[in-house]
């Protein structure tokens, strides 16, 4: 569904990305895992549209993406969700949900789904007035993913979800990214928790500076001893 060749990008003198090769099948989460400044981050902007590589090429669905501008992008169903701190904070939380769908033309089909965002957060239907910023973290994790969900992805690239989450909210979110993977929401999924990911995801690609060093099965790489050494200690 989503296929990466050979991507490279760089910052000025910063070779951020050195020749990222990966694939998503439609239906799965894949993760990617790895340490700061690995490149996680500059490959999803790079996927969104948001970042021009410099040397190789993203299709998804057999067309090539990487000339294509962001908005369109999202057209395709490609999505990025950002992590929970960067909704609109000075926006309500009913505010934030309509951006998200703002692009769609069928909107009956939007207040279904946006019910069926409440149904996955609750807590968001009894504060659609609360000024955003004003929500807890894992709160504006979940507001974050229900945008992400009312733009109507294909697939959608998600960017630490666990961030700043007590536990019992990390579990949550998860349970919430399988039952979205389980509506047929292909995922990517970008971690720092390694064993959360590991745990979710059928299949992982590891980062180190700007190289995959590692692929494969999740539950492989799970007992993997590099892995375990870098990433599970
Ligand atoms: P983190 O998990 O800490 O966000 P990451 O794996 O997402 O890290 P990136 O943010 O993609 O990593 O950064 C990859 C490399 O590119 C790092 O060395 C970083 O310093 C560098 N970099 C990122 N953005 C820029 C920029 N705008 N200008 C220059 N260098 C950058």
């Not at 090769?21 to 700061?36: D, H, P």
């Not at 998804?60 to 169903?77: A, C, H, K």
């Not at 789904?113 to 609750?122: I, M, N």
């Amino acid at each position: 569904m989503l296929k990466v060749t050979d991507l490279q990008v760089s910052y000025g003198h910063v070779h951020a990305l050195k020749g990222i090769s990966l694939e998503v099948k439609q239906g799965e989460i894949v993760t990617l895992i790895g340490a700061n400044g690995a490149g996680k981050s500059t490959l999803l902007r790079t996927i969104s549209g948001l970042i021009r590589p410099s040397h190789g090429s993203i299709t998804f669905e057999e067309e090539e993406v990487d000339r294509l501008s962001p908005d369109t992008v999202v057209n395709r169903g490609l999505v990025q969700v950002p992590e929970g701190r960067k909704i609109f904070s000075n926006m309500t939380v009913a505010e934030n949900l309509k951006v998200g769908a703002y692009q769609r033309k069928d909107k009956e089909q939007v207040k279904e789904d946006l019910e069926e965002v409440y149904s996955l957060f609750p807590i968001l239907k009894d504060r659609l007035d609360q000024m955003a910023g004003t929500l807890s973290g894992g709160e504006q994790q979940m507001l974050a993913l229900s945008r992400g969900l009312l733009s109507k992805p294909k697939l959608m690239m998600l960017d630490e979800p666990s961030l700043g989450l007590a536990p019992v909210l990390v579990d949550t979110v998860f349970d919430v990214i399988e039952k979205v993977r389980d509506k047929g929401i292909t995922i990517l999924l970008i971690e720092q928790n390694a064993h959360l990911a590991l745990e979710t995801a059928e299949r992982a690609y590891v980062l180190e500076t700007g190289k995959i060093v590692l692929s494969g099965d999740s539950k492989t790489l799970l007992n993997d001893q590099a892995v375990i050494e870098a990433y599970l200690g």
